[in-house]
């Protein structure tokens, strides 16, 4: 592990997390020793994203995330990321597509990719994963690098969602699962063909929402949509529309629900805000 992350995970992060969470952690086993890999986990709270990266490097395997470009602009925080060697994502601009780039670079060189596939903190009102962006499907289907669900519950318990609040104590419950690793070849290695990406984005989303579900012992829900049941707007949790009416057709049963993760607006690519 790199001396600068050792030293910021070891030294600074993860005493922070000892002192407001209790940790568990399951299915470490499944972390893949050898070669890159991109970890995908469900994001509900900021503080998320370092408990997610924190079950990968207490196994001694950093893992570097996709964080939004303004975030390396911030006095100190930006040197740290810097220095954390994280990728700057370019959210609405022509250099959008230039952080999977960098990050197919570092899967090749045996790096490890961390990915909120949502691209944002969950606007379910259940706090369930939503449908997914289609970066991480894209990043793993032009790699063939294998991809490695996660699924994560309680932070949001500590560091409410969209800056609801700060409640370090008594000190939360942090749960973190992680899955068997797998490969999404069976979707093809064209990211130009939008129906493979789009199914594959919905393979990975269903095996997070699986994790949660056994995290939180319930069937979550058909995933949030923003482009059906609404964007919210910044910061805010949107309301659920009534489930869409099944479309009977030649791949789907009549009574079947929608599959869940699917994305159903138009491709995009995925950044998260964590921090090294």
């Known amino acids: 592990m790199p001396l600068f992350y050792r030293f910021a995970a070891r030294g600074a ?14 299915g470490a086993e499944n972390i893949p020793r050898e070669g890159g890999f991109i970890a995908v986990c469900n ?25 939004k470009s303004s975030i390396f602009n911030v006095p100190l925080l930006g040197l740290v990321f810097k220095a ?3 990728i700057p994502v370019y959210r ?17 060189a045996g790096d490890v990719i961390m990915i909120f596939p ?25 790699t063939g690098a294998p991809v490695l669900p996660m699924g994560q519950w309680g932070a949001q318990d500590i ?9 370090p104590f008594p000190r939360k419950d942090v749960r973190v699962v992680i899955g068997e690793p ?19 984005t919905a393979e990975i989303m269903r095996r997070i929402t699986s994790l949660v579900e056994d995290l939180r012992g319930e069937e979550a829900p058909r ?46 690519q995925t950044g998260t805000e964590a921090q090294p």
């Open 159 to 167: 560091l409410d969602s969209f800056g609801g609040g700060f409640h």
């Open 223 to 268: 995933p949030y949509d923003v482009h059906y049941d609404g964007d919210p707007g910044k910061n805010r949790h949107g309301v659920r529309k009534a489930d869409p009416a099944p479309q009977p057709g030649p791949d789907i049963e009549e009574g079947s629900r929608p599959d869940a993760g699917e994305q159903s607006g138009p491709d995009a």
């Open 13 to 26: 992060i993860i005493p922070f997390l000892k002192l407001v969470s209790r940790f568990h952690v399951s």
């Open 118 to 142: 949502e691209g944002t903190l969950s606007r379910d009102p259940l706090l369930w994963p939503m449908t997914g962006k289609t970066g991480a499907a894209r990043l793993a289907m032009s």
């Open 182 to 200: 797998f490969t999404v070849e069976s979707f093809g290695s064209d990211t130009g063909n939008h129906a493979a990406v789009r199914t594959a």
């Open 43 to 67: 994001h509900l709270s900021d503080l998320d994203s370092l408990t997610a990266m924190r079950a990968l490097v207490d196994q001694d395997v950093p893992a570097y995330s996709l964080a």
């Open 84 to 86: 954390g060697r994280q």
């Open 92 to 108: 609405g601009t022509k250099n959008a597509g230039s952080s999977l780039v960098e990050a197919e670079k570092r899967l090749l």
